[in-house]
C-alpha cells in the first residue's frame, strides 16, 4: 500500500475474511510514519440500532486518519468508533459486575441502562445520535461493502467461537501529500493543528503520552492475568 501511494499518489487496500484487527490506529500511524496520510475503516459485529429502532444493523466501526508530522512519526492520529464507547469497555464492566454510566447503551426495550449486562443483551448507543450511525454506515460500505467482507449483520460475534470466524474487513487509504496539495501541505498542516496548541489537544496525544508511560511496564489485574495464563497454556 505505502509503496503504491508513493509511486501513484493515493492507494488503497481492502481486506476481507478478516477479524478484530486491534486498534486501528496502530495500522493508520504506521502509514503517517511512512509520509503518507492514513485513513482507515474496520467494520464489526453488528451492536448498534438505526436511529429510534431496537434491533443492531451495524457494528461499533471505528475509523482512524493519521496524519504524518514530516520526521518520521504522526503528528495526530485519530480513532473512534461510531458509538459513544467501545464495546469492549462494556464488556469489561459487565465482567466485572461494575455499572455503566448512562447514555453509554440501550437494553433489550431500547431504554437507556446503567446495567452492562442488560446492554449487552441490547445495543450500544452511537455517538453523536444519528450521526454516529451515519458514520457506522460509512465505514460499513468502506471496511465491509467494497471489500466483500461480511456486514456486521452477519458477523458473527469477536468473543468465543460461537458461528465460525466473523469475516470482517478493513479498508485502507494512502494519499501521498506531495501529489495532492502542491507543496502546501506542511504549511496547512501547522495552521490546523496549532489552533489545538495550548489549553486543548490534538486526537492521540494521550495515546502517546502513555505509550512512553507504559514502556517501564504496565498494571495487569489479577484476573485478567489468570485468564491470560489459562489461555498460554490452552494455546502451548
Not at 447514555?103 to 450521526?131: H, N, R
Not at 506531495?178 to 486543548?200: C, M, Q
Not at 486526537?203 to 495487569?220: D, K, L, Y
Amino acid at each position: 500500500l505505502i509503496e503504491a501511494a508513493r509511486s501513484q499518489g493515493v492507494a488503497a487496500l481492502a481486506i476481507r475474511n478478516s477479524y478484530n484487527c486491534g486498534a486501528l490506529g496502530y495500522h493508520t500511524e504506521r502509514i503517517a510514519q511512512a509520509g503518507l496520510v492514513g485513513l482507515g475503516f474496520t467494520n464489526a459485529p453488528a451492536s448498534i440500532a438505526p436511529w429510534g429502532g431496537r434491533k443492531a444493523a451495524v457494528g461499533t466501526n471505528p475509523l482512524s486518519l493519521a496524519v504524518p508530522d514530516g520526521q518520521g512519526g504522526a503528528r495526530f492520529v485519530i480513532d473512534q468508533s461510531a458509538s459513544v464507547v467501545a464495546k469492549s469497555e462494556v464488556i469489561k464492566r459487565a465482567r466485572a459486575g461494575e455499572p455503566i454510566p448512562p447514555g453509554w447503551a440501550f437494553d433489550a426495550s431500547g431504554e437507556t441502562t446503567t446495567d452492562a449486562g442488560e446492554a449487552l443483551k441490547g445495543t450500544m448507543a452511537p455517538a453523536g445520535g444519528y450521526k454516529g450511525v451515519g458514520t457506522a454506515l460509512l465505514v460499513e460500505i468502506f471496511a465491509a461493502c467494497l471489500t466483500g467482507a461480511n456486514p456486521g449483520l452477519v458477523a458473527s460475534p469477536f468473543s468465543g467461537t460461537a458461528g465460525g470466524p466473523p469475516g470482517t474487513g478493513q479498508f485502507f487509504l494512502a494519499v501521498s501529500p506531495e501529489a495532492t496539495s502542491g507543496g502546501a501541505f506542511a504549511g496547512n498542516l501547522e495552521t490546523v493543528a496549532g489552533a489545538f496548541i495550548g489549553e486543548a489537544r490534538l486526537p492521540g496525544t494521550r495515546r502517546f503520552g502513555a505509550r512512553e508511560s507504559n514502556a517501564q511496564g504496565i498494571e495487569v489485574a489479577a484476573e485478567t492475568l489468570a485468564t491470560l495464563e489459562k489461555l498460554a497454556g490452552i494455546a502451548a
